[in-house]
């Protein structure tokens, strides 16, 4: 059974950074796609980035373009989240997502990941 544990999380103020990780139970290789998003109290979960595990190609929401770079290490089955310049409105739970389906673009939608970490918090103060 997969299984994506997400690290990283914390408090920090408006203008900071955090580095989240989500490391996999199994070779992150043998992913297609792996993503993040995030949830806000009250709202739906919502899109950050995903990339292609080869490397070859990455999608940004356009809130977070330029701020957040997503990045792997394959050696240590790990994904990561490095987000700069945050923002109150940033505050969410940040969620690691994988899938296996070879589609033809990086899904944006939480039904295009089977596989989900439990999320860690991320709290941005003004």
């Known amino acids: 059974q997969v299984e994506l544990v997400e690290s990283g999380g914390g408090l920090v103020q408006a203008g900071g950074s955090l580095r989240l990780s989500c490391a996999a139970s199994?070779?992150?290789?043998?992913?297609?796609?792996m993503a993040w998003f995030r949830q806000a109290p009250g709202k739906e979960r919502v899109f950050v980035v995903g990339?292609?595990?080869?490397?070859?190609?990455?999608g940004y929401a356009d809130s977070v373009r330029g701020r957040f770079t997503i990045s792997r290490d394959n050696a240590k089955n790990t994904v990561f989240l490095q987000m700069n310049s945050l923002k109150p409105e940033d505050t969410a739970v940040y969620y690691c997502?994988?899938?296996?389906?070879?589609?033809?673009?990086?899904?944006?939608?939480?039904?295009?990941?089977?596989?989900w970490g439990q999320g860690t918090q991320v709290t941005v103060s003004s």
């Open positions: 199994e070779r992150t290789s043998e992913f297609y796609y």
């Open positions: 997502a994988a899938t296996r389906s070879r589609s033809s673009g990086i899904p944006r939608i939480t039904r295009g990941y089977p596989y």
């Open positions: 990339m292609r595990w080869s490397g070859t190609s990455t």
